[in-house]
């Protein structure tokens, strides 16, 4: 079945600092991926859009400087929180859209990121 | 952004005993879509619904995707530990597509004791 593998699953970095978070369909091409962001015991929030080869889609109130998204491949889309601060610590988690179409939308296992 | 009405925020039963629970819109989704999240984990897909009136099994679950294609819901039989999680509602507006964004409701935390 269609896997989509987030990494790294866990990471704690500085207020300032900047942080990559990768979201891989390892078995399937995806030409939309999309982020979320989840605080505790509270529902999936879109946070954007991310469309291959093209700028990302980003929700009304997500700071598209702030999130930076890239996909530059069929298989691989990045999320940057730049600058981050103790208020972006939250668990973060990717969905993927096969090209081959149908409607499941595969999550990866998400990202719990800690701003110190 | 636009969240389902999801019911019961939570659940404690007992392992043997039957769940429901279900999603409610004030507008049209043209397909229904049922998750289970567990703690630090990502949703994983359950069952999906794509026509109104649709019944659909999957195992010891049951999702229905609503007539007026404004509500769903999902009954859990005969309940195990391992049911224990973040059981999440989706509705998707348009009919398959890969631009088209999910909304989803705000869950239901199920437990079941031994």
């Known amino acids: 079945g269609a896997v989509v593998s987030q990494h790294p699953s866990r990471v704690i970095c500085k207020s300032g600092t900047s942080v990559k978070i990768e979201c891989r369909s390892l078995d399937f091409q995806a030409t939309t991926m999309f982020w979320y962001r989840q605080f505790p015991k509270q529902s999936l929030m879109l946070m954007a859009t991310s469309n291959e080869g093209s700028k990302a889609t980003y929700e009304q109130g997500v700071e598209k400087d702030k999130f930076l998204i890239n996909h530059a491949s069929l298989t691989l889309s990045t999320l940057t929180v730049t600058s981050a601060h103790p208020e972006d610590s939250s668990f973060y988690i990717c969905s993927a859209f096969p090209m081959t179409g149908g409607y499941g939308y595969t999550f990866g296992s998400g990202t719990r990121l800690t701003v110190v | 952004g636009q969240q389902l009405n999801q019911s019961p925020q939570s659940m404690f039963i007992q392992e043997g005993e039957d769940v429901s629970m279900n999603c409610t819109s004030s507008s049209i989704f043209n397909t229904w879509l049922w998750y289970k999240q567990d703690p630090g984990e990502g949703p994983v897909l359950l069952i999906a619904?794509?026509?109104?009136?649709e019944l659909t099994s999957n195992g010891r679950l049951t999702a229905q995707f609503g007539i007026t294609r404004k509500d769903s819901f999902l009954n859990i039989s005969a309940s195990i530990p391992s049911d224990v999680g973040i059981y999440f509602c989706?509705?998707?507006?348009?009919?398959?597509?890969?631009?088209?964004?999910?909304?989803f409701g705000k869950g239901t935390l199920l437990t079941v004791n031994p």
């Open positions: 989706a509705g998707q507006k348009n009919s398959g597509g890969s631009n088209y964004k999910l909304t």
């Open positions: 619904l794509y026509k109104a009136g």
